[in-house]
């Protein structure tokens, strides 16, 4: 199967910081990324949807201002979680599509992320 | 409110025997259902899907069964195997296989020797 990988697995910041996670789509081209979020004892839950140059689209009660989206290239997308909270520790899973299809959507390892 | 729902956190086999882990939805929309696997530190990977237009699909030793009118779904996994151990999730989407996924909260699966 295609490779996704993300960068960081895991992340320490302080209160207040920005930290960004990458995506990348190690052996393919991917037309649409996915960001998801899965917090302890739930179901990862998608947070925004990218497509190679354009803007994201974020799913209700998810702040496209906090949550910065790049998918800049189509083997590349970015999620900055800015001024970081101890609310926003959680486990951020990305996938990647080649055509749009859920069979075809490759998951990435997920970045465990702390606050302090 | 959870849509998809796994109510059971953890199953335990013995190898050789069958695996039957449990899915019921709500949204009476969801018309694509998916069963992804998940081996500690990697992402999910996807394992086998079917349409609400069919009542069970079979991939080698994996079969999901589909029940409309009950809105549960079940993966069978015949002779169950050591490598098998992971934590599997269920996904529905509405639209068909171009909706959006929504994740059950997973079951842990272990086969034991």
């Known amino acids: 199967g295609a490779v996704v990988s993300q960068h960081p697995s895991r992340v320490i910041c302080k209160s207040g910081t920005s930290v960004k996670i990458e995506c990348r789509s190690l052996?393919?081209?991917?037309?649409?990324m996915f960001w998801y979020r899965q917090f302890p004892k739930q179901s990862l839950m998608l947070m925004a949807t990218?497509?190679?140059?354009?803007?994201?689209?974020?799913e209700q009660g998810v702040e496209k201002d906090k949550f910065l989206i790049n998918h800049a290239s189509l083997t590349l997308s970015t999620l900055t979680v800015t001024s970081a909270h101890p609310e926003d520790s959680s486990f951020y899973i990305c996938?990647?599509?080649?055509?749009?299809?859920?069979?075809?959507?490759?998951f990435g390892p997920g970045t465990r992320l702390l606050v302090l | 409110d959870q849509q998809v729902k796994q109510n059971s956190p953890s199953l335990s086999v013995q190898e050789g025997r069958i695996s039957i882990l449990n899915c019921d939805y709500t949204?009476?929309?969801?018309?694509?259902f998916l069963w992804y696997k998940k081996y500690p530190a990697e992402g999910p990977t996807f394992l086998i899907s079917i349409s609400s237009i069919k009542d069970k699909n079979e991939d080698g030793r994996f079969t999901v069964f589909l029940n409309k009118s009950a809105k549960h779904l079940s993966l069978h996994i015949v002779p169950s195997q050591p490598g098998d151990s992971a934590v599997y999730f269920c996904?529905?989407?509405?639209?068909?296989?171009?909706?959006?996924?929504?994740f059950g909260k997973g079951t842990k699966l272990s086969v034991k020797p």
């Open positions: 996904a529905a989407s509405a639209r068909g296989s171009q909706g959006n996924l929504i």
């Open positions: 949204n009476s929309m969801f018309d694509y």
């Open positions: 990218s497509n190679e140059g354009s803007k994201a689209t974020y």
């Open positions: 996938s990647a599509s080649k055509d749009g299809r859920k069979e075809t959507q490759y």
């Open positions: 052996d393919f081209q991917a037309t649409t």
